[in-house]
Each structure stands twice: as C-alpha cells, then as structure tokens.
C-alpha cells in the first residue's frame, strides 16, 4: 500500500525555522516529482517544492526560494523541506505529495497530483 505521511510543522515566529518530513513508501511505480504544496485558508494549493525524479532536480516557488531546501534519503524513502527565515505568509497545512507530470511548472498547484498526505500545520506568527 501506498502511504505519504508528513511531520514537523509546529508554532514559530517570524524569521524562525521547521523542517519537515515526509515518509513515502509503497510505490510500485516512480513518478515524476516529489515534493510539497501548500495550503492556506481562501488560498489555492501553491506547490512549493519538489524534486523530479528523472533528473533529481529541485525546484522552488519563486517565494520560498534562498529559505527552503528540499532534500532526499533514497535509502529511507525520505523527504524533507528545510524552511528558514518563515515569514508569517508561509502559514498554511503543508502536504508531502507525488506529481504525475508537472503543471504549468514542474510540481505547481496546478499539476496532476498522484499521492499526498493528511498535511502538517505551520504557523509563523509573534
């Protein structure tokens, strides 16, 4: 059976830091990225990062990018998203998804998602 569960989300002030991971395990089948999106309240899903499978490329949303780093333990079936700086517009549920093909970006909001977890909350406020 396929599971994505995500940990590490919590309560941080601005300009704090959380790392985030995701088991994954129970793929028969590769897919094109992994990563994370997000979402906040009234907001659509913002893919946030991932990591492509054909290349092991990573890529970041335009706001995230020089704060978060993702990475990946092959032999553990981990990912993880390294956030620093948090800025109080980072708050929302952060999910550990897989895409099957990228959207308008690779792992954008608007990408064919495969799987994804139940989501961990992060909260950046004083």
Known sequence: QVQVVESGGGLVQPGGSLRLS???SGFTLDFYAIGWFRQAPGKEREGVSCIRTSDGSAHYVDS???????SRDNAKNTVYLQM?????????????????????????????????GQ???????S
């Open 22 to 24: 995701c088991l994954a």
């Open 64 to 70: 995230v990018k020089g704060r978060f780093t993702i």
């Open 119 to 125: 989501g961990t909350q992060v909260s950046v406020s």
């Open 84 to 116: 620093n700086s948090l800025k109080p517009e980072d708050t929302a549920v952060y999910h550990c998804a897989t895409w099957e093909a990228a959207g308008k970006h690779v792992c954008s909001g608007d990408g064919p998602l495969g799987y994804w």
